[in-house]
Structures are given as C-alpha cells and as structure tokens.
C-alpha cells in the first residue's frame, strides 16, 4: 500500500491523505472503489480515532481510501471546509487513473461534524459523491449551529439529485438521534434509497465501533455497521470482481419516477398520473386495483394514498405475473416518455 499526503491549503492546514493499493492479475482487480472520509470533532478538530481506523477498515474491503483533514474554526469559517471537499474531490477523479479507482465509484462518509459536511456534499456540493454515510451526524439546526451558526442543514436540503445515502446511530447518542430521523424522512419524501440502523445504545464518537474506540457502553452489535455499509455500497455501486463491477441492485436504486421513460419500477401514484396507455400495458395489476376500487366506491386518489408508494414491479409480483412478463411489459413501458408531473 503507498501513502501520500497531500497539502490542500497549508495556512489552514488542510490536507488529503490517500492510502492507495495496487492492482493487478495478483491482486484479482484492475479498478478499485474509493471511499473519502470525514472525520467528526465538533469543526473544531478532525478526530484522529474517525481517521485511520475508518481508512484501514474500508482498505480491508478493497477500497482506496482517502482522508481529508479540512478547515476547522480556528483556522476559518464556513464555507470553507466544503470548498475543501470539493478540491479533495476534484484531486480524486483527475488522479483517477494514476489511483487505480472508478471516478464513478467514489462514496463519502462523515462522522458527527463530518457527517454533517458529508450531508452537505450529498446535497449541495458540486461534486456530489456515488453514495454519502452519514455516522452520527449533524444534520438539524440546533446541533449544526452549535458547531459553527450559519451552516446549511443538510436535512433542508435533500433533493432529487441527493445520491444513495446509509445512516448509523444510537438511540441514547447525545447528538440527539433526531439528527438521522430528520435526514431519514427527508430521503424518504424525495424518493432517495436509503438505509438506516439505530442502535439500542452506544452514545457517540464510536467511530468503527471496536471495544478501544467506544466513548460510552456500546452494544456489541455497534460494530455490524462498518459490514452493513459495505454490503450496502456493493448493492448500490456495484461489487468488485475480478472480471470488473457487477451492476448496482436494481432493487435499491433511485425511484425510478425521476428517470426520462416509464418503467415497472415506477411508483403505482407516478403510472396513475401518466394516462391510459400505461395502464393498459400494465393491466393485469389494474385490473385487480380497478376491481377493489369500486367494490369499495374509492377512487385512484385513495388508492394512491394508501398504495401509492409501491413499485409496479412488487405489485405485479403478487398477483404472480412472471418474471419473464414484468420484463415483457417493462420493455413496452419504456417507449412511453415519462410526464414527471
């Protein structure tokens, strides 16, 4: 493995440590995934316990791994640590090649302050990751403005465009959980596949969790997350394979409401708005929905407040339309242009 640091900002003490790993026949890749950490410490620090642990637990999966110590308060103010981010991005995909990493494979993950910059780069950042962690993160005005006033609150500011993201905290963590509830829900209303544990108990700064870094008493089951995350990132970015990527689980990718076409993948609410043409293709499961309706005297407006959030794909699956009609009847959708209403 080689280790560089870099020297994004030297009066403010910026800098971008990368720990790269080689690649090759002996090594049973030719790319890797990436993976830039934030550390926690309130902006007032950048928590060494977040740093390398983190690195060396992501690297063991086959990530190249990279570190950004950005600006803390005593250094400046916001925005300066997200300007930061964006030039550590920026450095990441133009030394993409040079790195053996995917530049369309480059997750970020942010622990309590990081977690709250890691929140800001899934949603306001120009160079928006593949997939965010958030890990005891800031992410509500109350607690992002005891860090520094004036910050965005990335809870605010989830849209369409916010890539993936995977939540971690505990129930009893001081940095309310409410922080990932909030960040959560937001996901949720906008349509963002998202993943979220909340622990029995743990507290905060637990870092990867090991018995060594754990501040406050810690379920044992603390420690799953760092698994959980990467089974995750496998499911949403693709996993590693000698032969290359495999392609992301169509299962957990974005709601597909958003995209140019129709397909079974969208939201039964989203087909209801797009005319006759779709329910035609799609009538097998509108003629069991259609049947109900009227034997309730409902109408398609309760149906989609009830149902409305069900992929087409699911719905059909439990009238037991094959697999080989879901995909006949996907193909047809897909020449019908999609009216994002």
């Known amino acids: 493995m080689k280790t560089e640091v870099i020297i994004l900002d030297e009066k403010r003490d910026v800098t971008l440590t990368a720990y790269i790993q080689n690649v090759g026949e002996a090594y049973g890749c030719s790319v890797r995934p990436a993976i830039l950490i934030l550390p926690g410490g309130a902006y007032a620090q950048c928590a060494d316990c977040e740093a390398d642990p983190v690195a060396m637990a992501y690297a063991r999966a086959g990530y190249q791994t990279f570190i950004l110590r950005y600006t803390v308060v005593s250094k ?8 930061d981010y964006e030039k550590a991005m920026e450095m990441i995909i133009s030394r993409a090649q040079e790195w053996h990493l995917a530049p369309d494979k480059i997750a970020v993950i942010g622990f309590s302050a990081g977690g709250h910059l890691a929140g800001c780069a899934a949603t306001v950042a120009h160079h928006k990751p593949a997939a965010a962690l958030l890990i005891y993160a800031a992410t509500i005005k109350e607690y992002a403005d005891m860090c520094q006033p ?8 989830v849209t369409s465009e916010t890539p993936p993201c995977f939540l971690a905290t505990c129930r009893d963590d001081p940095i309310d959980v409410k922080n990932t509830l909030a960040f959560g829900m937001a996901l949720n209303e906008h349509g963002i596949p998202f993943e979220s544990h909340i622990y029995s108990f743990g507290g905060h700064g637990y870092a990867t969790a090991e018995p060594v870094l754990c501040v406050y008493p810690a379920t044992e089951r603390l420690s799953h997350w760092v698994d959980d995350s990467l089974g995750w990132l496998d499911e949403n970015m693709g996993r590693m394979t000698k032969d290359g990527f495999t392609s992301p689980n169509p299962a957990v990718q974005k709601n597909a409401d958003n995209l140019p076409w129709l397909s079974v993948d969208c939201t039964l609410s989203h087909i209801i708005k797009q005319g006759p043409e779709a329910r035609k293709i799609l009538s097998p499961i509108f003629s069991v929905l259609d049947a109900a309706v009227a034997e309730k005297g409902g109408s398609d407006e309760g149906l989609a407040a009830v149902m409305g959030k069900s992929k087409m794909r699911d719905l059909l699956r439990t009238i037991r339309i ?3 009609e879901i995909e006949k009847m996907d193909k047809e959708l897909h020449s019908i242009e999609n009216k994002n209403i």
Do not use: A, D
């Open 322 to 324: 094959s697999e080989e």
């Open 76 to 83: 400046g103010k916001w925005p300066l640590p997200l300007e």
């Open 150 to 157: 004036g910050m965005p609150y990335p809870s605010e500011c």
